[in-house]
C-alpha cells in the first residue's frame, strides 16, 4: 500500500511539472516581461542545452534547414518564426515587429545599412531580402558562437552576397567602417545589440560621421528589456524626429516597440 501511494504520489507531482512547465508558465510569461526573459534565458535554454547537448541557435540553424526551402529568405524567416512560437523562444526581432522593420527599409531603400547585434541572422535576412541591388548591408556580432550560425542562416536564405558579417565588439568596428569597408555614411542603422550600447555606439556613430541627413536610426526593444538612457537622448536631441512604434515583446503579449529616428543633421 505504501508503494502504491509513494508512486501515485510521484506521478502526480511529475504530471504537475510537467503541466506547468508546458503550459502555466509560458502562459504567465506572455504576460510580464521580466519573468519571459528569465524563464526563457536563464531557466529553459540552460536545461535544453544540457538535455540535447545543443545550443539554442544550433537548434535554431536545424530548424531552418529542416523546413526552409534553400534560397527563399521568406521561408527561413517564416522557419525561424514557426520555431520560436512554437517550439523554443529566442530574442529575435519577432514576426510582429519583423513587419514593422520590413516597412521601414522598404520606406528608406537603403543603398548602406548597418547592422548592430546579428545573433543567428533572423533581422538580417529580412532587412537583406528588401534591399535593391548593389545595396551593402554591414552586421557587428560580438558572439563568435552566434556569428557562425547567423552565417550558415544567411547563406541558406541565398543571401551571402548581399551581407558582411563582422565579429567583434561595435565600440571598436564603428570607428574603422570608413576605412575597412568604404562606407561614407550609413542610410539605416539598426540597433539590436547589448542594449547598454545603444547610446553610445549612437554617439560614436555621429562622432565618426556615419550619418548624414535623413539617415535613420531604428531601435529594437526599447521598452523591454528597454533603452531608457537611449530614449531620452535621442527624444530630446535636436538633431532628430523620433517616432515610436508601438508592438510586442517577440512572440509574447508584453509591450514592446521600435523607435525610429530621422536624422536631420
Request: net charge negative.
Amino acid at each position: 500500500m505504501m508503494w502504491l501511494t509513494l508512486v501515485y504520489s510521484c506521478t502526480g507531482g511529475a504530471a504537475l511539472l510537467y503541466a506547468l512547465y508546458r503550459w502555466v508558465i509560458p502562459t504567465a510569461v506572455q504576460y510580464h516581461g521580466g519573468l519571459a526573459l528569465i524563464w526563457h534565458d536563464v531557466i529553459v535554454e540552460p536545461m535544453l542545452d544540457t538535455l540535447t547537448q545543443s545550443t539554442r541557435p544550433q537548434r535554431l540553424l536545424s530548424a531552418v534547414q529542416k523546413n526552409a526551402t534553400r534560397g527563399d529568405p521568406r521561408s527561413v524567416v517564416q522557419a525561424i518564426d514557426q520555431f520560436c512560437r512554437h517550439k523554443e523562444w529566442a530574442m529575435n526581432v519577432g514576426d510582429e515587429k519583423g513587419c514593422i522593420l520590413d516597412s521601414v527599409v522598404s520606406e528608406i531603400n537603403p543603398a548602406t545599412v548597418l547592422e548592430l547585434g546579428t545573433y543567428c541572422g533572423y533581422s538580417t535576412v529580412r532587412i537583406a531580402s528588401l534591399l535593391p541591388p548593389h545595396a551593402k548591408l554591414i552586421t557587428l556580432e560580438f558572439n563568435p558562437n552566434y556569428a557562425s550560425i547567423a552565417r550558415q542562416v544567411i547563406a541558406w536564405a541565398g543571401l551571402e552576397d548581399k551581407v558582411q558579417l563582422v565579429e567583434g565588439a561595435s565600440g571598436d568596428w564603428i570607428p574603422k567602417m570608413k576605412e575597412q569597408f568604404g562606407v561614407k555614411t550609413f542610410d539605416l542603422v539598426f540597433l539590436d545589440h547589448w542594449k547598454d550600447r545603444y547610446l553610445p555606439d549612437t554617439k560614436l556613430i555621429e562622432e565618426c560621421g556615419l550619418l548624414t541627413k535623413g539617415s535613420v536610426l531604428l531601435a529594437d526593444n526599447v521598452i523591454c528589456p528597454g533603452t531608457p538612457d537611449y530614449l531620452e537622448y535621442i527624444r530630446s536631441s535636436p538633431q532628430y524626429e523620433s517616432q515610436y512604434f508601438k508592438s510586442h515583446l517577440e512572440y509574447t503579449k508584453v509591450e514592446d516597440g521600435l523607435e525610429k529616428s530621422v536624422f536631420l543633421g
